[in-house]
């Protein structure tokens, strides 16, 4: 039998996103090394046992929030890539990275979060290789796309390929969330575009 | 008066030189988190209070390594770069590129250490970032020169081009040193050449 929500699951499902919204503020106010579970639990109004129902730590919630927020990452990642002409994949993936990089913007306070977080939790840390690898093999299905058409040169290896255009867009991505960058998402996004795009396509 | 180097200073000289050597082996064997400043004094056989006096503290012994080692890795970054032609560049920068991966290999013990270093210690992260920095500098130069000589794209910011190729050798780096490198480095070497020149060159 397949579950079904009743009340009870229902206040389960809720008390989940109640912890998941206190520890995104949470995180936000205090940084990662600060913040305890105690806060986000009284400011989810839930008992700590409650909580250790639904995450068994900090870094376990975390890990949720991270994958949340990675996702809206990975939609334009994601994004439909079948392009005709190299000036189609310039165009596309011009677009895809001025969002990506804009999301960064976006996010920045969550992301100032995680980045502090890979660097002090190896639970994180294992969770962020997961993620890139994710959106490596992503972009390595565009990459196999465009060089099966004729687009892109099939000296290169698609995996390492996606794997240094992915390089490329977190060098930025962790850049812009410092607020150490010195140059603007359009400025960013023209300079990687013209080397990926110059280096891979005929 | 310049400084002469009487009996005194050449002692001084050599307890500095065998702390580092010291200090080299004890990192190497412990890692930085469990290498111990008493460690290395005893095995370069000196006090505690001549110690400090070329020492604060290990970060500060491995800093000096770091700045030791990376300086090998910059001779290569440095190498004379006047290419006639985009083939002349191609070839001197796939040089250059296995040059500096295989001597990733070759220090690969040392720098593991110093990754480990860079996560767990905010002065030796400051101090990697110095050193990211000289190599940016030293590579904008190239392409500079590279785009006054009309052999490379002049619509692209030399220092943004510049840390965009360092950071994909950056990434290789570490990947190579966390032996987590699913390819050669010849393989690696074509890769991200051809990407950067492909992209960069007319």
Chains 1, 2 share one sequence.
Do not use: C
Not at 49 to 77: P, Q, W
Not at 106 to 121: D, K, P
Not at 137 to 156: F, H, M, N, S, W
Not at 168 to 173: A, C, M, V
């Amino acid at each position: 039998m397949s579950e079904h929500i009743d009340g009870r699951n229902l206040r389960s499902i809720n008390t989940r996103k109640r912890l998941l919204a206190a520890g995104y503020d949470i995180f936000i106010e205090f940084g990662f090394q600060k913040a305890t579970i105690s806060q986000i639990i009284k400011k989810a109004k839930t008992g700590y046992g409650t909580a250790y129902i639904h995450f068994s730590g900090k870094d376990d919630l975390l890990i949720v929030l991270m994958d949340d927020v990675m996702n809206r990452f990975y939609e334009i990642a994601k994004m439909s890539f079948e392009p005709t002409s190299k000036q189609e994949a310039i165009d596309m993936i011009t677009m895809q990275t001025r969002l990506f990089l804009e999301n960064a913007i976006q996010e920045q306070a969550i992301m100032q979060v995680f980045m502090e977080a890979i660097r002090h939790s190896d639970k994180v840390q294992e969770k962020w290789i997961e993620i890139r690898e994710s959106f490596v093999e992503q972009i390595a299905k565009d990459v196999a796309y465009a060089q099966k058409t004729g687009l892109a040169r099939t000296d290169l290896d698609n995996y390492l390929v996606a794997r240094n255009w992915f390089s490329l867009n977190e060098s930025h991505l962790w850049d812009i969330v410092n607020q150490t960058n010195k140059h603007s998402v359009a400025e960013i996004t023209h300079n990687i575009t013209a080397l990926y795009t110059g280096g891979l396509y005929y």
